[in-house]
């Protein structure tokens, strides 16, 4: 069965130091992985997939198939980054997502 | 076009009461996922159409629980005799996807900001 774990619920950092919200996913296949933002009273939001290969708002995801792991790291955290991120996998082929259960991040200024 | 709206926002019944719930989703937007959230978890997925047929349905899904997107552009999702058990964060989210040739390129999920139901 699929499963994302994220095993911190709470993450707090200083504001310039470097951040990794840890993420891993049990899934036979070939997942597709996510993750997903939630800022102070707003909604769900993408930030990024890991077929994308992209950087948004400087977080980078590495999908580690042999370690089944997709970390969100960032090198400077900035106070705007506090939020809830959520990691998630879709599996291939399939349209259900699976989400972990989230990560609290606060940037310390 | 603001996004993927849901009505009501928040939601108080009593055991064993129905409730239905409304999502817009944005409008060009051709799937639509409902999802299930409790305090201190993620998203659970519920259930997705892909235009007006209903395609994919969780385990999670029990029978008092029905979707429905009839014109394949707004969605209802009802629970009969509602539990305590029931009171969740309810979730809608839009997605395009578009077909090239044999592939079926799925794009981002824009979520709205839910229906907060709450049952005494």
């Known amino acids: 069965a699929q499963r994302v774990t994220q095993p911190e619920k709470l993450l707090s950092v200083f504001k310039g130091a470097p951040v990794e919200l840890k993420c891993n996913y049990s899934?036979?296949?070939?997942?597709?992985l996510f993750w997903y933002v939630q800022y102070s009273r707003q909604r769900l939001q993408l930030l990024l997939r890991h077929i994308s290969r992209e950087s948004i708002k400087g977080f980078t995801a590495d999908l580690n198939k042999g370690e089944t792991s997709f970390h969100l790291k960032k090198p400077f955290a900035q106070e705007e980054d506090s939020a809830m991120y959520y990691c998630a996998l879709r599996p291939y082929p399939g349209n259900q997502f699976y989400f972990g259960t989230g990560t609290s991040l606060t940037v310390i200024p | 076009d603001t996004g993927v709206s849901q009505n009501p926002r928040h939601k108080i019944t009593k055991r064993g009461q129905n409730v239905t719930f409304r999502c817009d989703p944005i409008s060009e937007h051709n799937r639509l996922y409902w999802y299930r959230q409790t305090l201190g978890q993620g998203p659970e997925f519920l259930t997705y159409f892909q235009n007006e047929a209903q395609l994919e349905k969780s385990r999670l899904l029990s029978d008092r629980f029905s979707a429905e997107r009839p014109k394949g552009s707004f969605s209802t999702l009802e629970i009969q005799r509602t539990e305590q058990g029931d009171s969740a964060m309810y979730l809608c989210a839009s997605s395009l996807a578009r077909r090239t040739g044999t592939v079926l390129s799925s794009y981002e999920q824009y979520f709205g900001p839910g229906t907060r139901l709450t049952v005494t």
């Open positions: 899934y036979s296949g070939s997942p597709e």
